[in-house]
C-alpha cells in the first residue's frame, strides 16, 4: 500500500519537478538575459555618467534628444564626445565617439526608445542631463535613468 | 501467497522516507539557485553603489582641502598621498596632494571604499581652484573715459562716469555708464560681432544712467538696444532732453534694437522699438575691483618659475619697503628682460612722481621700466611705484610657441591736483609710442601675450601700435584713463581671474583621472 501511495506522490512530484524544471530553464534564459541587458546598461550609464560629469560644455545645435556632443576629458585630456542612437527602430544602438563623431564603437545594443537625452539649461547654458535608458529584455522593459551635473560647465 | 504479501508489505517500509529526502533535495536545489540568482543581483547593485560610493568620498576630500586652504594657505595636507595617512570622509578614506601653479590651486583626490587597506573600489579626482573672475571688461573706468577716434574695443566698456566714443571708433561689445551719458561721434559703430577680430555673441548695447543720455551723431550705429534709463527716483517724460536718447548735430543715428528712454528719443532708426518717457533703470554701478596683497597666496617653491619674489626681499613680503626696491628691480629687468617670467612684487619706500622728461631705462629711479620687454612665461608685477613702459614696442614671447599672461597691478597713487595724460604726468602706468601686446592670432585666444593693467591711480597710453598692428589682448582697469588716438584692444578672458582680487576660489575644473 504504501508503495502504491509513494509511487502515486513520487508521479506527482516528478510531474511537477519536471514541470519546475521545465520552468526554470525558461526562466533561467529569461534572468540571464535580464542580468545581461540590465549589465551593458549599467556600464553604459556609468561611462557616460563619468564623461558628462567632466563635461564643459554641450553643442546645443549638434545635440538631440537621441545625440548628444559635448566637450569633456578622457584621462585628462579634452575630447570632443559623442554618443548617439543609431537604428531606425527598436532594438536601437547607442553608439560612443571620442573622437568628435568618427569611429563610433557600439556600447548598447538593446535599446527601446531612442529617446535618451533631456538638457536642463541655466541661461543659455546646459549644466545637467538627464540620460534614460530603456532597455528591452526578453520579456520587459527595464528604466535606468540618472542625472548628471557638468561639473566644469560654465554657468 | 498470504506470506509473500505480508513480506511485500515489510519492504515497503522506508520508501515515503526515500521520497521525502529527495523531494526535500530537489527543493533545496532550487531554492540555492533562487537564491543565488537573487544574490548575484544585489551583489551587481551593491558594487555599483560602492562604485559611487569611492567618487563620493574622493569628492570629500577635494572639499576637505579647499575647506583647509580657505582657513590658511599654507596649511598642511593631514593625509598626503605619500603617506600612510588616510582622513576619514564621505563613508570612506581618502588621501590628497594639492599643488599651486600662478593663481591655481590644483586638488588631487583618491577616494579609497570602504578602506584603503582593504579598498573595494578607488577612484581619483583632480580638482583646479582659481579666483573667482573680476576683470570683465575691456576698458573699466571709475571716471569719465574717451575712447579716441579709430579705437577698435573688442569687449565691454564700463564707466562710472561719462564715455565720449570718438569718431569712427568701433566697439564690438557694450557700453555701459551708470551714472553718466554716452556720446558717440560721427561714424562710431557698437556692434555684436566683428569676424575679424573675431569678436561674435556680444550684445552691441549702449545703456546710460546718467542725464545725459545716449547722444548720437550721422553714420552712428548701435547693433544692439539703446537704453536710456535714470535713477529710481527720476519722473520720466517723453518731452524732456534729460536721459533721452537723441542725435547732435542733426541727422540720424541706426538702433538696430530696442530704443528705450525715460526722457525723449529724437533722430533714431531702425529700431525695433521705441518707447519713450517710460521708467528704465539705470545699470547697477559695479565695484573697481579691489586688490588685497597676500604673500601666501602665492607660489613660493623655490622651482616654480612663478613664485614670489620681492623687492625688498628681507622680512615678510609687503611690510617691508625699501628707498631703493625700483632701482633693485629695475637691474634685475636689465638682466632678464629678454626672457622675463615670474612674479614680482616692488615696494617702494615714499614712491616719488615718475620721470617722463628722462627716457625710461632700467637705470631709472622713480618708475619701474619695462620698456623693450621680452616674456618668456606669465609675469605679474606688484607694486606701489608708478611703472613706464616707455618707448617700448611690440611686448611678445621668447617664441610662437609661448604665451604668457601679463599683470601690472600698480597701487601707486599720484598726488592730488597733478595731471596725467597721454604725454604723460604724474601717472601710476603710462607708456609713450607703440605699445602693444602681441596677442598671436586674434582668433586663437590661448595664444600671445594678455595683458591685464590695473592701477587705483590713473593710466594713459599716448600712440597705440603702428599702422596696420592687430589691437594688443588683454583689458584695462584705471581708476581714470586717458588713451590717444588708435589704441586698441581686444579683451581677452585669460586675464579675467587674478590673484589679489576677492579671496574666494571657484572650482573650474573637475576631472576624473584613471587609476
Not at chain 1, 560644455?57 to 554618443?83: E, M, R
Not at chain 1, 530603456?134 to 520579456?139: A, D, E, I, R, V
Not at chain 2, 616654480?304 to 625699501?322: A, F, K, M
Request: charged share 15%.
Amino acid at each position: 500500500m504504501e508503495l502504491a501511495v509513494t509511487m502515486m506522490v513520487m508521479g506527482i512530484v516528478a510531474s511537477a519537478v519536471m514541470a519546475v524544471a521545465m520552468r526554470t530553464f525558461t526562466t533561467t534564459a529569461t534572468i540571464t538575459n535580464r542580468r545581461d541587458v540590465l549589465a551593458d546598461g549599467r556600464i553604459a550609464l556609468d561611462r557616460l555618467s563619468k564623461q558628462l560629469r567632466q563635461g564643459e560644455w554641450v553643442d546645443q545645435t549638434g545635440s538631440t534628444a537621441s545625440s548628444i556632443t559635448f566637450s569633456g576629458y578622457i584621462d585628462g585630456q579634452p575630447q570632443t564626445i559623442v554618443w548617439e542612437v543609431t537604428g531606425t527602430s527598436a532594438p536601437y544602438t547607442l553608439e560612443e565617439s571620442q573622437l568628435g563623431g568618427a569611429n563610433l564603437v557600439p556600447i548598447l545594443s538593446s535599446l527601446t526608445d531612442s529617446n535618451v537625452f533631456t538638457y536642463t539649461t541655466q541661461g543659455d547654458v546646459v549644466d545637467q542631463v538627464n540620460v534614460r535608458l530603456s532597455l528591452g529584455t526578453k520579456t520587459s522593459t527595464i528604466l535606468l535613468s540618472t542625472d548628471v551635473e557638468l561639473r566644469n560647465a560654465d554657468t | 501467497m498470504i506470506q509473500l504479501i505480508r513480506r511485500l508489505q515489510r519492504e515497503e517500509e522506508g520508501y515515503s522516507l526515500v521520497i521525502a529526502i529527495l523531494l526535500l533535495s530537489v527543493m533545496m536545489v532550487l531554492l540555492v539557485v533562487a537564491l543565488d540568482a537573487g544574490n548575484a543581483s544585489l551583489g551587481q547593485s551593491s558594487k555599483s553603489l560602492e562604485w559611487s560610493k569611492a567618487l563620493t568620498v574622493a569628492e570629500a576630500g577635494a572639499n576637505d582641502s579647499i575647506t583647509r586652504l580657505g582657513e590658511n594657505r599654507t596649511a598642511a595636507d593631514p593625509c598626503a598621498m605619500s603617506t600612510s595617512t588616510v582622513c576619514t570622509g564621505g563613508g570612506g578614506e581618502y588621501q590628497l596632494a594639492w599643488t599651486q601653479s600662478g593663481s591655481k590651486i590644483i586638488v588631487t583626490s583618491i577616494g579609497y571604499y570602504p578602506t584603503k587597506t582593504a579598498p573595494k573600489f578607488t577612484r581619483e579626482i583632480q580638482v583646479t581652484y582659481e579666483p573667482v573672475p573680476a576683470f570683465r571688461y575691456a576698458i573699466f573706468s571709475q571716471t569719465a573715459l574717451t575712447i579716441q577716434n579709430g579705437a577698435r574695443i573688442m569687449g565691454d566698456i564700463y564707466s562710472d562716469g561719462a564715455v565720449d566714443v570718438g569718431g569712427g571708433a568701433e566697439i564690438c561689445g557694450s557700453v555701459l555708464s551708470s551714472a553718466g551719458g554716452v556720446t558717440l561721434q560721427n561714424g562710431s559703430e557698437v556692434l555684436t560681432a566683428d569676424p575679424a577680430y573675431a569678436c561674435s555673441g556680444k550684445s552691441g548695447k549702449v545703456w546710460t544712467g546718467g542725464p545725459t543720455g545716449i547722444v548720437g551723431a550721422s553714420n552712428v550705429t548701435i547693433s544692439g538696444d539703446a537704453i536710456a534709463g535714470a535713477p529710481s527716483t527720476t519722473t520720466c517724460s517723453a518731452l524732456s532732453s534729460n536721459y533721452a536718447i537723441g542725435v547732435s548735430g542733426g541727422g540720424s543715428m541706426t538702433v538696430n534694437g530696442a530704443a528705450k528712454a525715460c526722457g525723449s528719443i529724437s533722430g533714431v532708426t531702425g529700431a525695433t522699438s521705441m518707447i519713450a518717457g517710460t521708467a528704465s533703470s539705470a545699470p547697477v554701478p559695479v565695484s573697481f575691483p579691489q586688490f588685497v596683497f597676500d604673500p601666501n597666496s602665492y607660489p613660493s617653491s623655490g622651482t616654480d618659475p612663478l613664485r614670489l619674489q620681492c623687492y625688498p626681499s628681507g622680512g615678510t613680503c609687503g611690510s617691508n619697503d625699501s628707498s631703493t626696491a625700483i632701482g633693485d628691480f629695475n637691474a634685475y629687468i636689465a638682466v632678464h628682460k629678454t626672457s622675463l617670467t615670474g612674479t614680482f612684487a616692488v615696494w617702494q619706500r615714499a614712491a616719488q612722481p615718475m620721470s617722463t622728461s628722462q627716457v625710461c631705462s632700467t637705470s631709472s629711479v622713480t618708475q619701474i621700466c619695462l620698456d623693450g620687454v621680452t616674456l618668456g612665461g606669465d609675469f605679474t608685477l606688484i607694486t606701489n611705484a608708478p611703472v613706464d613702459f616707455g618707448n617700448t614696442s611690440t611686448i611678445s614671447t621668447t617664441s610662437s610657441s609661448v604665451s604668457a599672461d601679463m599683470t601690472v597691478v600698480s597701487t601707486y597713487q599720484p598726488t592730488s591736483g597733478t595731471t596725467c595724460d597721454t604725454n604723460g604726468g604724474d601717472c601710476s602706468i603710462y607708456g609713450q609710442n607703440s605699445v602693444e601686446f602681441d596677442g598671436g592670432d586674434v582668433s586663437i585666444p590661448d595664444d600671445g601675450v594678455v595683458g591685464l593693467l590695473y592701477t587705483t591711480g590713473k593710466m594713459a597710453f599716448k600712440n597705440g601700435p603702428q599702422n596696420g598692428a592687430d589691437p594688443g589682448e588683454g583689458a584695462l582697469y584705471a581708476a581714470s584713463m586717458d588713451l590717444k588716438n588708435g589704441y586698441d584692444i581686444v579683451y581677452n578672458s585669460r586675464i579675467e581671474r587674478v590673484l589679489g582680487f576677492g579671496t574666494t576660489y571657484e572650482r573650474t575644473l573637475w576631472q576624473e583621472l584613471n587609476l
